[in-house]
């Protein structure tokens, strides 16, 4: 493969795919402060994610992008707030996992995961 192979093969990331490694490693973080138990709804692994979306028609990646956008913020969000929460913690640190678990569901199926 020459290095023009390896250009042409490049897909430009918007700044939504971008996050993504980042919600997910919030999200590992939040769950280890949720109690044992805590339901969870079954989310595409990340690279799996990532090629779906490379894969995925425009108007699939718009929604896929301003749900992103709405993941990252919350998970930047809640994460700074639990920093200096109190014995609340294990609650609020479900919350978000259960949104962002959520929020990752959903850009799966929007790239046909």
Do not use: W
């Not at 949104?99 to 995961?113: A, D, E, T």
Request: aromatic share 4%; hydrophobic share 40%; no cysteine.
């Amino acid at each position: 493969m020459t290095a023009q192979d390896h250009i042409t093969n490049r897909t430009a990331e918007t700044p939504e795919l971008e996050q993504i490694p980042q919600i997910y490693a919030i999200l590992e973080i939040v769950e280890q402060m949720t109690p044992d138990g805590t339901g969870h709804v079954a989310i595409p692994d990340e690279p799996v994610l990532r090629d779906a979306y490379v894969r995925a028609p425009g108007i699939a990646r718009k929604s896929f992008d301003t749900i992103a956008a709405d993941a990252a913020r919350a998970a930047a969000g809640g994460a700074q707030k639990l920093l200096g929460a109190d014995e609340t913690r294990s609650a609020a640190a479900g919350r978000l996992a259960h949104h962002l678990r959520g929020r990752l569901f959903h850009l799966g199926s929007i790239v046909g995961l």
